[in-house]
Protein backbone atom coordinates (compact mmCIF):
# COMPACT_ATOMS: atom_id res chain seq x y z
CA UNK A 1 0.00 0.00 0.00
CA UNK A 2 1.59 3.09 -1.12
CA UNK A 3 2.11 5.58 1.62
CA UNK A 4 0.59 9.58 0.49
CA UNK A 5 3.59 11.87 0.33
CA UNK A 6 3.55 14.71 3.00
CA UNK A 7 2.92 18.18 1.68
CA UNK A 8 5.54 19.97 2.07
CA UNK A 9 5.97 22.67 5.00
CA UNK A 10 5.77 25.65 2.77
CA UNK A 11 2.56 24.34 0.71
CA UNK A 12 0.66 24.08 3.94
CA UNK A 13 1.74 27.38 5.50
CA UNK A 14 0.49 29.10 2.34
CA UNK A 15 -2.87 26.76 2.71
CA UNK A 16 -3.41 27.84 5.88
CA UNK A 17 -2.93 31.65 5.04
CA UNK A 18 -5.16 31.43 2.23
CA UNK A 19 -7.75 29.77 3.93
CA UNK A 20 -7.45 32.33 7.30
CA UNK A 21 -7.43 35.10 4.66
CA UNK A 22 -11.17 33.85 3.05
CA UNK A 23 -12.35 33.50 6.45
CA UNK A 24 -11.31 37.58 7.49
CA UNK A 25 -13.23 38.11 3.28
CA UNK A 26 -16.27 36.19 4.53
CA UNK A 27 -16.56 37.48 7.76
CA UNK A 28 -15.09 41.44 6.82
CA UNK A 29 -18.28 43.47 7.91
CA UNK A 30 -18.88 41.24 11.09
CA UNK A 31 -15.16 42.18 11.96
CA UNK A 32 -15.56 45.68 10.94
CA UNK A 33 -18.96 46.04 13.17
CA UNK A 34 -16.99 44.70 16.15
CA UNK A 35 -14.29 46.87 15.40
CA UNK A 36 -16.37 49.86 15.36
CA UNK A 37 -18.42 49.12 18.47
CA UNK A 38 -15.18 48.48 20.57
CA UNK A 39 -13.48 51.67 19.39
CA UNK A 40 -16.69 53.77 20.18
CA UNK A 41 -16.75 52.16 23.27
CA UNK A 42 -13.48 53.38 24.34
CA UNK A 43 -13.88 56.98 23.24
CA UNK A 44 -16.41 57.02 24.89
CA UNK A 45 -14.57 56.32 28.28
CA UNK A 46 -11.47 58.42 26.87
CA UNK A 47 -14.02 61.46 26.96
CA UNK A 48 -15.22 60.49 29.97
CA UNK A 49 -11.93 60.64 31.57
CA UNK A 50 -11.07 63.89 30.24
CA UNK A 51 -14.21 65.07 31.68
CA UNK A 52 -12.32 63.78 35.00
CA UNK A 53 -9.36 65.21 34.62
CA UNK A 54 -10.99 68.53 33.58
CA UNK A 55 -12.80 69.19 36.74
CA UNK A 56 -11.81 66.51 39.39
CA UNK A 57 -15.65 65.25 39.39
CA UNK A 58 -16.68 61.79 38.95
CA UNK A 59 -20.03 63.20 37.50
CA UNK A 60 -21.66 60.62 34.51
CA UNK A 61 -19.04 57.75 36.37
CA UNK A 62 -21.96 55.35 36.02
CA UNK A 63 -22.33 55.68 32.12
CA UNK A 64 -19.08 53.18 32.08
CA UNK A 65 -21.29 50.58 33.95
CA UNK A 66 -24.25 50.92 31.92
CA UNK A 67 -22.14 50.98 28.59
CA UNK A 68 -20.14 47.46 30.32
CA UNK A 69 -23.90 46.40 31.00
CA UNK A 70 -24.82 46.88 27.29
CA UNK A 71 -22.37 44.85 25.80
CA UNK A 72 -23.74 41.64 28.20
CA UNK A 73 -26.82 40.91 25.81
CA UNK A 74 -24.85 41.53 22.78
CA UNK A 75 -22.46 39.07 23.63
CA UNK A 76 -24.73 36.60 24.54
CA UNK A 77 -26.35 37.46 21.65
CA UNK A 78 -23.42 36.61 19.24
CA UNK A 79 -22.65 33.51 20.79
CA UNK A 80 -26.28 32.05 20.47
CA UNK A 81 -25.84 33.27 17.53
CA UNK A 82 -22.70 30.80 16.33
CA UNK A 83 -24.47 28.24 18.57
CA UNK A 84 -27.90 28.09 16.58
CA UNK A 85 -26.23 27.59 13.41
CA UNK A 86 -26.18 23.91 14.63
CA UNK A 87 -29.45 22.95 14.81
CA UNK A 88 -29.37 20.29 17.09
CA UNK A 89 -28.46 22.75 20.05
CA UNK A 90 -30.44 25.33 19.09
CA UNK A 91 -33.72 24.11 21.39
CA UNK A 92 -31.75 23.96 24.01
CA UNK A 93 -29.70 26.83 24.44
CA UNK A 94 -32.75 28.96 22.36
CA UNK A 95 -34.86 28.94 25.98
CA UNK A 96 -32.38 29.59 28.34
CA UNK A 97 -30.02 31.99 26.40
CA UNK A 98 -33.24 34.03 25.26
CA UNK A 99 -34.14 34.48 28.71
CA UNK A 100 -30.81 35.72 30.27
CA UNK A 101 -30.79 37.68 26.99
CA UNK A 102 -34.09 39.85 27.94
CA UNK A 103 -33.00 39.85 31.88
CA UNK A 104 -30.28 41.93 30.51
CA UNK A 105 -31.72 43.65 26.99
CA UNK A 106 -33.17 46.79 28.52
CA UNK A 107 -29.81 47.82 29.42
CA UNK A 108 -28.86 48.51 25.87
CA UNK A 109 -31.46 51.39 25.44
CA UNK A 110 -31.59 52.37 29.37
CA UNK A 111 -28.57 54.65 28.62
CA UNK A 112 -31.24 56.75 26.06
CA UNK A 113 -32.73 57.79 29.63
CA UNK A 114 -29.43 59.57 31.22
CA UNK A 115 -30.11 62.40 29.01
CA UNK A 116 -32.22 63.57 32.19
CA UNK A 117 -28.54 63.77 34.28
CA UNK A 118 -27.60 67.07 31.59
CA UNK A 119 -30.08 69.15 34.40
CA UNK A 120 -27.84 68.08 37.50
CA UNK A 121 -24.42 68.95 35.92
CA UNK A 122 -23.97 72.12 37.64
CA UNK A 123 -22.05 73.96 34.95
CA UNK A 124 -19.39 72.28 36.17
CA UNK A 125 -18.18 71.51 32.44
CA UNK A 126 -19.40 73.12 28.97
CA UNK A 127 -22.84 71.99 28.55
CA UNK A 128 -22.39 70.90 24.47
CA UNK A 129 -19.16 68.78 25.81
CA UNK A 130 -21.85 66.48 28.07
CA UNK A 131 -24.13 66.36 25.60
CA UNK A 132 -21.83 65.05 23.06
CA UNK A 133 -20.65 62.43 25.73
CA UNK A 134 -24.15 61.28 26.40
CA UNK A 135 -24.45 61.38 22.53
CA UNK A 136 -21.60 58.92 21.87
CA UNK A 137 -22.21 56.44 25.13
CA UNK A 138 -26.00 56.32 24.04
CA UNK A 139 -25.93 55.35 20.55
CA UNK A 140 -23.17 52.89 21.30
CA UNK A 141 -25.64 51.29 23.60
CA UNK A 142 -28.23 52.08 21.08
CA UNK A 143 -26.14 50.39 18.79
CA UNK A 144 -25.39 47.35 20.58
CA UNK A 145 -28.81 46.50 21.14
CA UNK A 146 -29.88 46.84 17.61
CA UNK A 147 -27.21 44.66 16.39
CA UNK A 148 -28.18 42.11 19.48
CA UNK A 149 -31.69 42.10 18.74
CA UNK A 150 -31.12 41.62 14.98
CA UNK A 151 -29.01 38.40 15.54
CA UNK A 152 -32.13 37.24 17.98
CA UNK A 153 -34.41 38.04 15.54
CA UNK A 154 -32.49 35.92 12.80
CA UNK A 155 -32.66 32.91 15.08
CA UNK A 156 -35.78 33.07 15.89
CA UNK A 157 -36.73 33.40 12.14
CA UNK A 158 -34.87 30.46 10.87
CA UNK A 159 -36.20 28.64 13.38
CA UNK A 160 -40.01 29.54 13.54
CA UNK A 161 -40.42 31.15 10.45
CA UNK A 162 -40.63 34.90 9.28
CA UNK A 163 -43.63 36.20 11.12
CA UNK A 164 -43.22 34.72 14.22
CA UNK A 165 -39.56 36.82 14.05
CA UNK A 166 -41.34 39.93 14.31
CA UNK A 167 -43.53 39.15 16.78
CA UNK A 168 -40.53 38.22 18.73
CA UNK A 169 -39.45 41.74 17.97
CA UNK A 170 -42.65 43.32 18.92
CA UNK A 171 -42.92 41.65 22.26
CA UNK A 172 -39.19 42.24 23.29
CA UNK A 173 -39.49 45.80 22.44
CA UNK A 174 -42.55 46.16 24.89
CA UNK A 175 -40.74 44.18 27.38
CA UNK A 176 -37.69 46.30 27.00
CA UNK A 177 -39.39 49.65 27.47
CA UNK A 178 -41.06 48.28 30.52
CA UNK A 179 -37.73 47.42 31.49
CA UNK A 180 -36.42 51.16 31.07
CA UNK A 181 -39.02 52.08 33.06
CA UNK A 182 -38.71 50.05 35.72
CA UNK A 183 -35.03 50.75 35.96
CA UNK A 184 -35.39 54.59 35.82
CA UNK A 185 -38.29 55.45 37.79
CA UNK A 186 -38.61 52.01 40.36
CA UNK A 187 -35.04 51.81 40.39
CA UNK A 188 -34.47 48.00 39.38
CA UNK A 189 -31.75 46.65 37.88
CA UNK A 190 -31.13 43.40 36.34
CA UNK A 191 -29.32 41.89 38.66
CA UNK A 192 -32.70 42.22 41.17
CA UNK A 193 -34.32 39.71 38.84
CA UNK A 194 -31.46 36.77 39.78
CA UNK A 195 -31.20 37.75 43.42
CA UNK A 196 -34.79 38.57 44.22
CA UNK A 197 -37.14 36.92 42.01
CA UNK A 198 -40.25 36.74 43.86
CA UNK A 199 -39.77 39.67 44.76
CA UNK A 200 -39.72 41.62 41.57
CA UNK A 201 -42.46 38.83 40.60
CA UNK A 202 -44.60 39.93 43.27
CA UNK A 203 -43.98 43.58 42.04
CA UNK A 204 -44.40 43.36 38.75
CA UNK A 205 -47.75 41.66 39.02
CA UNK A 206 -48.99 44.36 41.76
CA UNK A 207 -47.68 47.52 39.13
CA UNK A 208 -49.21 45.34 36.28
CA UNK A 209 -52.63 44.90 37.87
CA UNK A 210 -52.28 48.80 38.99
CA UNK A 211 -50.85 50.42 36.05
CA UNK A 212 -49.92 54.17 36.33
CA UNK A 213 -50.35 56.86 34.01
CA UNK A 214 -46.52 57.22 33.55
CA UNK A 215 -46.04 53.84 33.05
CA UNK A 216 -47.86 53.09 30.17
CA UNK A 217 -47.08 56.73 28.30
CA UNK A 218 -43.19 55.90 28.68
CA UNK A 219 -43.82 52.16 27.68
CA UNK A 220 -45.87 53.40 24.80
CA UNK A 221 -43.53 56.20 23.73
CA UNK A 222 -40.35 54.47 24.39
CA UNK A 223 -41.52 51.53 22.36
CA UNK A 224 -42.41 53.47 19.50
CA UNK A 225 -39.41 55.42 19.45
CA UNK A 226 -37.42 51.83 19.28
CA UNK A 227 -39.31 49.89 17.05
CA UNK A 228 -38.84 52.96 14.34
CA UNK A 229 -35.46 53.21 14.52
CA UNK A 230 -34.75 49.35 14.87
CA UNK A 231 -37.18 48.95 11.26
CA UNK A 232 -35.36 51.73 9.80
CA UNK A 233 -31.85 50.60 10.39
CA UNK A 234 -33.64 46.55 9.44
CA UNK A 235 -35.01 48.13 6.05
CA UNK A 236 -31.35 50.24 5.44
CA UNK A 237 -29.46 47.02 5.37
CA UNK A 238 -31.87 44.93 3.61
CA UNK A 239 -32.19 47.76 0.59
CA UNK A 240 -28.18 47.31 0.22
CA UNK A 241 -28.98 43.80 0.06
CA UNK A 242 -31.29 44.26 -2.36
CA UNK A 243 -28.77 46.62 -4.43
CA UNK A 244 -26.20 44.15 -4.52
Known amino acids: MKIPATPPAGEVKQTLKTLSLLAVKAN ?3 LILFALLGTASIICVGLLRVRFAMTGSLHYAFL ?5 LAWIPFTIAYLMYLSS ?12 GAFVWLIFFPNTLYILTDFQHLSTSANEFPVWYDVLLLIWFAFTGLFLGVVSLFMMQDI ?5 GFWMGWGFIALVTMLASLGVYIGRFLRWNSWDIL ?3 WTVAYYSLH ?9 IS ?9 LFIYSLLYAFAHMLNENR
Open 85 to 96: LNRRWILVILPV
Open 207 to 215: YAANPSLRA
Open 64 to 68: VWNLF
Open 195 to 197: RYP
Open 156 to 160: VRRTF
Open 28 to 30: RFR
Open 218 to 226: FTAVFSLFF
